[in-house]
């Protein structure tokens, strides 16, 4: 598969599992093109062509050829420059070389656009109940926050040390995330777990979150008991990175009871207590695993690949 279409599918796949719809996405999209054809020429030169067909800005191409065929990919959480050098001293030895590196956080134009993607928490917040007007209000000074923080990041350093190295990298968050998200909506709306210790039952099951409790990383309770009931259940594991932490009374306020999460901040979980919310933790890392082996399930059902995993990755096929 050329990485061209590696990396149109891994969006397609994003799209597939986004929660708002495909007729909102597509709404996105023309909305982008409608933007593009807006710009002042001095302006044009700059803009982002994949935002033509890309509505997550944390998911890119970030150096290589898009001709480059790919056959064995390696893929980590995290990529820096010693995995990939590690991927380069692999390429020197006997046997297939590795056509593609791909990291899930995102490196380099991907994250410092970050921040773009947060706008898809709104949404779904909405589709939990809460006023959008609200929803968006309170995003939009998270979304301020999160972008000024990113403005002095020296954010090419992975990107530079594979174009030294010669290696095509690019990396898949948001569309990754969408497909857990997904996943474990699904999951909790098929098997309706009552009480909190019925949803780590479930999770646990999971081998991602399986693999995780073996290395004492297991899904945890950290607001409310596993006796108590899990009520509305919100699953809060894309768009970008945490938002506003004014919103939690808001979502007690529109009948959700529960919140499963990849990770909490401290003040964020105060805020989730002091709305009398249950907060799962089912993990960081094993989420971001989860996501990326459902959306490379997907890629896979046009073509296999040839997976070396590091960084906290592990290819699970189901």
Do not use: W
Not at 34 to 59: I, Q
Not at 95 to 107: A, F, Q, Y
Not at 186 to 210: G, N, S, T
């Amino acid at each position: 598969m050329k990485l061209e279409r590696f990396y149109k599918k891994a969006v397609e796949i994003g799209i597939a599992n986004d929660l708002r719809g495909a007729a909102e996405v597509k709404r996105l999209l023309e909305d982008e093109a409608e933007k593009a054809k807006d710009l002042k020429d001095e302006d044009r030169k700059f803009h982002d062509k994949d935002r033509l067909f890309n509505p997550y800005a944390d998911t890119r191409v970030l150096c290589g050829d898009l001709g480059t065929e790919v056959r064995k990919v390696m893929v980590g959480i995290d990529i820096d420059t010693a995995e990939l050098l590690l991927a380069r001293a692999l390429n020197e030895g006997e046997g297939p070389k590795i056509d593609l590196v791909v990291g899930h956080h995102p490196m380099g134009s991907a994250r410092v656009q970050l921040f773009d993607v947060m706008k898809l928490q709104a949404s779904l917040l909405a589709l939990c109940g809460v006023t959008i007007s609200v929803a968006e209000q309170l995003m939009e000074r998270r979304i301020g926050e999160v972008e000024r923080r990113l403005l002095p990041l020296n954010a090419t350093r992975e990107v530079d040390a594979a174009r030294l190295l010669g290696l095509p990298l690019m990396c898949i968050h948001t569309a990754a995330d969408n497909c857990v998200t997904n996943h474990l909506v699904r999951l909790f709306e098929r098997e309706k777990p009552a009480r909190l210790k019925d949803l780590l039952k479930l999770l646990r099951a999971i081998p991602e979150y399986e693999k995780a409790a073996f290395l004492q990383m297991p899904p945890k309770v950290v607001a409310g008991t596993e006796s108590g009931s899990c009520g509305k259940i919100l699953v809060d594991m894309t768009g970008g990175t945490e938002g506003a932490k004014d919103i939690y009374d808001k979502l007690a306020g529109s009948g959700v009871s529960t919140l499963v999460g990849m990770h909490m901040s401290e003040e964020h979980l105060v805020n989730a207590k002091k709305a009398n919310l249950n907060v799962v933790i089912a993990g960081h890392i094993a989420s971001d695993v989860l996501g990326l082996n459902l959306l490379f399930d997907e890629l896979e059902k046009e073509e296999r690949f040839e997976f070396v995993g590091l960084s906290g990755f592990e290819r699970i096929r189901r």
